[in-house]
């Protein structure tokens, strides 16, 4: 008879965070914490296995190196309860898995899920070899286009593993939402967004992030719910971009024989100092905007009529453009 395993628990799992780059470090590093949960009050007694596949991540987070510049030498020489590894057969020690790997795009604007798949699958064998007595859950942060969670990953994942999905293991979406650059608003200060592949697994892995998140969280009722809400957040943050880029670049230098003042926004939302004060960004120009933006919100220019400008987005990531008028 097989044996009924439960799912892991809160406060005491064992965490793998895939990939260690600018979204999957500061994660590992904030669940290796250890302080007080911030929805039960107990204390969390977790420990964190940091992999990733390049020895010289590895290596410099070793030596106490951080080339993303997020956290300082000192910062890395007191951390407790992480070790980072490339090492695949530590990994069968966890209980749940964060996935957090890039997904650009190449050259033909087509998302490149090589990373995703490669450590799909790897989680997959990974699953197999566990002996523990918790039923895994497997967790994507990475940024995929609705549906591609439940359409590739989950697929590789039980084909991997050959395990099943909600019976042997478990699957749930939680977008990150790192702004690189923005030292103001850091991983613990943005509300998270969380999902899983059944409701029990949906409520563990809200309690998760919850545990860690002080910002608070919102459960999703479906993964691919909470995967097009990621694809919205990164929509408005690149058109926030692309805006005051394409004015500065079309309408400004321009000077028509009709005069209307149009007062609007720069930044479409100016309350918003997360993208305000990114540091990085499609445009060097839209950058300058931002800056002159912070004291003055508001741009006066000449136009005839009604002009239709065509928004193309600058970052190589960005993949539409669409046109508007402007009255």
């Known amino acids: 008879m097989k044996e009924e395993l439960s799912l892991p628990i809160n406060e005491k799992c064992k965490i793998a965070i895939i990939g260690l780059g600018y979204v999957g470090l500061p994660l590992a590093i904030e669940f290796s914490k ?31 190196y951080d080339y993303t510049n997020q956290f300082s030498k000192k910062e890395l020489k007191d951390l407790k309860n992480i070790e980072f590894t490339l090492e695949e057969e530590l990994l069968k020690e966890a209980d749940i898995f964060i996935i957090t790997v890039p997904t650009p795009i190449d050259e033909f ?5 090589t990373a995703l798949k490669e450590a799909s699958t790897l989680v997959g064998k990974t699953l197999s070899k566990k002996t523990n007595k918790f039923k895994p859950i497997v967790i994507y942060e990475s940024t995929v286009f609705p549906g591609a969670t439940q359409d590739v990953c989950i697929p590789l994942l039980s084909k991997s593993s050959d395990l099943k999905l909600n019976e042997d293991y478990f699957c749930g979406y939680s977008p990150e939402r790192i702004n690189p650059g923005d030292n103001k608003h850091k991983l613990k200060d943005i509300k998270k967004i969380t999902s899983g592949s059944n409701q029990e697994t949906s409520i563990l892995i809200d309690n998760l ?5 002080e910002a608070g969280t919102h459960i999703c009722r479906s993964i691919k719910i909470a995967e097009t809400a990621k694809v919205i957040e990164n929509t408005q943050r690149d058109l926030n971009i692309a805006f005051p880029d394409t004015i500065s670049g079309t309408i400004i230098p321009s000077t028509f024989p009709q005069t209307l003042l149009w007062e609007r926004p720069l930044i479409l939302a100016a309350s918003d100092e997360k993208i305000r004060s990114s540091a990085k960004g499609p445009s060097k120009s839209a950058l300058f905007i931002f800056s002159e ?25 960005a993949i539409f453009g669409f046109s508007i008028p402007i009255l």
């Open 34 to 64: 250890n302080s007080n949960c911030l929805i039960t009050g107990k204390k969390l007694e977790r420990k964190v296995i940091g992999f990733d596949i390049n020895k010289k991540r590895i290596d410099g987070l070793r030596n106490f």
């Open 209 to 213: 992030y919850g545990s860690i998140i």
């Open 109 to 113: 604007n087509i998302p490149d899920l």
């Open 293 to 317: 933006a912070q004291s003055d919100n508001f741009l006066a220019v000449k136009v005839v009529g009604m002009l239709s400008i065509r928004f193309s987005l600058a970052d190589k990531n």
